[in-house]
């Protein structure tokens, strides 16, 4: 990709001085505004604070990418679905045309990568990487510059003592996948591919398992690219005495997760 991309990129991410469609990236604050108001620029939020996970080569953590308002707006457009009125229902995807909030998420996600602020001493530490993925690293330029940047959504529901098992996201979705967390914090384990991952395996040759724990706090924004996407599984266990963060055991609710992917170009 090169600086025009880049800079088309950037332009679609903050507008320009005619570019009145920038209101889209406030949609999330938008949702309950006056429609008599007028239309306005966005106000340019804080920067988002992305950090990154250090063992994992491509994993970004976002703390603080959603505010407590953004959050329950963002649940309220979910629950309006009606997904989940059933209690036997806890999942939802849509593949192609995407809800209108699930595009204002991607949009956001775009524009919290491009506003992003990452911790100093990680580009002190870590020059290798930082050459690497010089422009953004915490997404790369090819990703973050496609369109759409997602067009496959699933929403979960997750009950208190539910989680996913270890998995790497189908090869039907291609690179970068970002997950946004509601309403209960959890822990989400990372394991290399290469490690044993099933009980009886593991009972069996007795190995204990590298696993790296990641907090995800609600309103946080977890993104996976490269090895992190493809070469380390993911899961969340809340059965109880997996979710332990500095010595203490979470206490869980009910967890909505939104996951945004793309799918893969078909051969
Ligand atoms: O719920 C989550 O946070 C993870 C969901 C996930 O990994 C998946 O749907 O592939
Ligand atoms: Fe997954």
């Given at each position: 990709?090169?600086?025009?991309?880049?800079?088309?990129?950037?332009?679609?991410?903050?507008?320009?001085?005619?570019?009145?469609?920038?209101?889209?990236?406030?949609?999330?604050?938008?949702?309950?505004?006056?429609?008599?108001?007028?239309?306005?620029?966005?106000?340019?939020?804080?920067?988002?604070?992305?950090?990154?996970?250090?063992?994992?080569?491509?994993?970004?953590?976002?703390?603080?990418?959603?505010?407590?308002?953004?959050?329950?707006?963002?649940?309220?457009?979910?629950?309006?679905?009606?997904?989940?009125?059933?209690?036997?229902?806890?999942?939802?995807?849509?593949?192609?045309?995407?809800?209108?909030?699930?595009?204002?998420?991607?949009?956001?996600?775009?524009?919290?990568?491009?506003?992003?602020?990452?911790?100093?001493?990680?580009?002190?530490?870590?020059?290798?990487?930082?050459?690497?993925?010089?422009?953004?690293?915490?997404?790369?330029?090819?990703?973050?510059?496609?369109?759409?940047?997602?067009?496959?959504?699933?929403?979960?529901?997750?009950?208190?003592?539910?989680?996913?098992?270890?998995?790497?996201?189908?090869?039907?979705?291609?690179?970068?996948?970002?997950?946004?967390?509601?309403?209960?914090?959890?822990?989400?384990?990372?394991?290399?591919?290469?490690?044993?991952?099933?009980?009886?395996?593991?009972?069996?040759?007795?190995?204990?398992?590298?696993?790296?724990?990641?907090?995800?706090?609600?309103?946080?924004?977890?993104?996976?690219?490269?090895?992190?996407?493809?070469?380390?599984?993911?899961?969340?266990?809340?059965?109880?005495?997996?979710?332990?963060?500095?010595?203490?055991?979470?206490?869980?609710?009910?967890?909505?997760?939104?996951?945004?992917?793309k799918l893969s170009i078909a051969e």
């Amino acid at each position: 990709m090169d600086g025009g991309d880049a800079a088309a990129i950037l332009r679609q991410a903050f507008g320009d001085s005619s570019d009145e469609e920038g209101d889209q990236l406030d949609g999330l604050e938008a949702r309950d505004g006056d429609e008599r108001e007028p239309p306005r620029r966005p106000a340019p939020r804080q920067s988002p604070t992305w950090a990154p996970i250090e063992e994992i080569d491509g994993l970004w953590l976002c703390g603080d990418f959603l505010s407590p308002e953004q959050q329950r707006s963002l649940l309220s457009a979910v629950e309006e679905e009606g997904w989940f009125i059933e209690a036997s229902h806890n999942q939802a995807m849509r593949f192609g045309s995407l809800p209108a909030w699930a595009t204002e998420l991607s949009n956001s996600i775009r524009e919290a990568v491009l506003l992003g602020d990452f911790v100093p001493e990680f580009e002190l530490s870590n020059s290798d990487a930082r050459e690497d993925t010089s422009l953004f690293p915490i997404l790369p330029l090819e990703l973050l510059g496609r369109e759409p940047l997602f067009d496959q959504l699933i929403v979960n529901l997750y009950h208190p003592g539910e989680g996913i098992c270890a998995h790497v996201d189908l090869m039907r979705f291609g690179d970068g996948i970002a997950i946004v967390s509601l309403e209960s914090p959890c822990i989400m384990h990372f394991t290399w591919v290469g490690d044993t991952c099933n009980t009886s395996s593991e009972v069996e040759n007795e190995q204990p398992m590298s696993k790296v724990p990641v907090y995800l706090p609600p309103g946080s924004l977890v993104l996976m690219s490269g090895e992190a996407r493809y070469l380390w599984k993911h899961e969340i266990n809340r059965k109880p005495g997996f979710q332990v963060w500095h010595g203490q055991e979470l206490d869980q609710k009910r967890r909505i997760s939104i996951t945004l992917r793309k799918l893969s170009i078909a051969e």
